[in-house]
């Protein structure tokens, strides 16, 4: 299995443009999850779905930030317009199940906003 | 809530030395408990988990870790320490999940991270 897949790995922007991160899952799990990661806020949930059905949305800092799931194989991530703040390493996590199963993370996406 | 202390940012061991990095929870009810690692500029990497029966864990490359109910925590060990366990480790909680959970009850919730640096 190839894990969890994300495009791009590096991500480099100017403020205002729009940025689209991609994720694709491990086969078979139903749970998909975005996280962002910075120096100062740690590791924080954004979005998660179930069955690409978003469940909790509560962690996406503003309207500027919007996820998708398609399909069970590719989900994506849009900041727009993107501002210097949202610089951070952004994961993309997939599990089998619920409860007692664990997450599989991607290898993550640096985004860079000048 | 749920919640996870990791209380040392960083932690300093010598090459061959046992090594323990430590982690405490919050939680309503019984705990799922994990232990995450991430090395520079990679995703963060599963380790170990407890879910119920032998408080001793044992996970990848020699770590293992203990939960302690009553002291509430989940402190992540190896007998002794290599120069490329060098990495961030996380600690991690999630609460059981009921049919009266709600859609948040769902999150997984990690700690601050702790720093591991092995010296040769």
């Known amino acids: 299995d190839a894990g969890v897949i994300q495009s791009p790995r590096h991500e480099v922007t100017e403020m205002g443009q729009e940025v689209t991160l991609r994720c694709k899952p491990i086969?078979?799990?139903?749970?998909l999850f975005w996280y962002r990661q910075t120096m100062m806020r740690g590791l924080e949930l954004l979005i998660y779905?179930?069955?690409?059905?978003?469940?909790?949305d509560s962690g996406m800092p503003e309207d500027r930030f919007s996820a998708k799931m398609p399909n069970a194989s590719f989900s994506t991530l849009k900041i727009q317009p993107s501002e210097p703040r949202d610089s951070a390493v952004y994961f993309c996590?997939?599990?089998?199940?619920?409860?007692?199963?664990?997450?599989?993370f991607g290898p993550g996406t640096r985004l860079t906003v000048t | 809530a749920q919640s996870v202390a990791q209380p040392e940012d960083q932690v300093n061991v010598a090459e061959g030395n046992p090594l323990t990095v430590k982690c405490t929870y919050s939680?309503?009810?019984?705990?799922?408990l994990f232990w995450y690692v991430q090395y520079p500029n990679r995703g963060l990497q599963f380790l170990l988990k407890?879910?119920?029966?032998?408080?001793l864990v044992k996970g990848s490359y020699g770590f293992e870790a203990e939960f302690n109910k009553s002291q509430t925590s989940f402190h992540l060990k190896k007998p002794s320490a290599l120069v490329s366990d060098s990495a961030l480790y996380f600690c991690?909680?999630?609460?059981?999940?009921?049919?009266?959970?709600?859609?948040?009850?769902?999150?997984?919730?990690f700690g601050k991270g702790t720093k591991l640096s092995v010296i040769p």
């Open positions: 996590a997939s599990s089998r199940g619920q409860g007692a199963y664990e997450q599989y």
């Open positions: 086969s078979g799990h139903d749970y």
């Open positions: 779905f179930n069955n690409n059905v978003p469940i909790d």
């Open positions: 939680v309503s009810g019984n705990p799922y």
């Open positions: 407890y879910i119920t029966g032998d408080n």
């Open positions: 991690a909680v999630r609460a059981h999940l009921s049919r009266y959970s709600g859609a948040g009850s769902y999150q997984l919730t």
